[in-house]
């Protein structure tokens, strides 16, 4: 890779605090412009977003970065606190990342098409069935709805048994906070494939329907899904006042 040395090499030897600029046509911003973002790697995306990436000790940086963290799901993950660990990267670069990966993130939660809607349990079942039915271990999810019931989001919010004593109720309202969301309906399977909702079933129905009580977000449903089947407690009147 050709390299343009900032200082006059006419000296023969290089000066202790040397570096090396990359050449206009090897920087992240002019091959974003001049190739397409397809072209770029993960690494010099990430230059982009951050305003670095124009010489070789800050490409050694993002590249020490994204190993360390483990790519593209450990900078997602990590705390803008984690991110300026790492030299160059101070708090307002570290809050470009977390917004690039949010905007991601969102984009890939609301389709391009016309949203689908959730007018029925059976729709909220249908939705979910496929690839809950099976699941060997209980997943608690939450569709989260806008105010004409189209589906924003479906999130993963908990892996286990059902029980009160270990499911945070806070966190199955936390993305409907973060996206305004106007309702949502809850949904977990179990994997013996028998939908029959279980005591500890109604009573974290009762918890979660109080608690959007609460927090002005309408819960519309908690489904049960079993193997081909499901129970809607909204329809059996089950936790539901």
Known sequence: MAKQLEFDFRQGIDPPDVSYRLLEEEQPQYRLEHLGEGALSLRELLAVVIGSGHSDDSILELT?????????????????????????????????????????????????????????????????????????????????????????????????????????????????????AAALIVAHNHPSGDPSPSPEDLRVTREIVNAGKLLSVDVLDHIVIGHNRYTSLKERRLGFD
Do not use: C, W
């Open 64 to 180: 020490r970065l994204l190993g360390e963290l483990g790519g593209l799901p450990g900078i997602a993950s990590a705390s803008i606190t984690e991110l300026t660990n790492y030299e160059g990267i101070g708090r307002a670069k570290a809050g470009r990342i977390k917004a690039a990966v949010e905007l991601g993130r969102r984009l890939v939660t609301t389709p391009l098409e016309k949203r689908s809607r959730i007018t029925s349990p059976a729709d909220a079942a249908n939705l979910l069935m496929p690839d809950m039915m099976f699941l060997e271990q209980e997943h608690l999810v939450v569709v989260l709805l806008n105010t004409r019931s189209e589906i924003l989001a479906t999130k993963t919010v908990y892996k286990g048994s059902l029980n009160t004593t270990v499911v945070r109720i806070g966190e199955i309202f936390k993305d409907a906070i973060r996206q305004n």
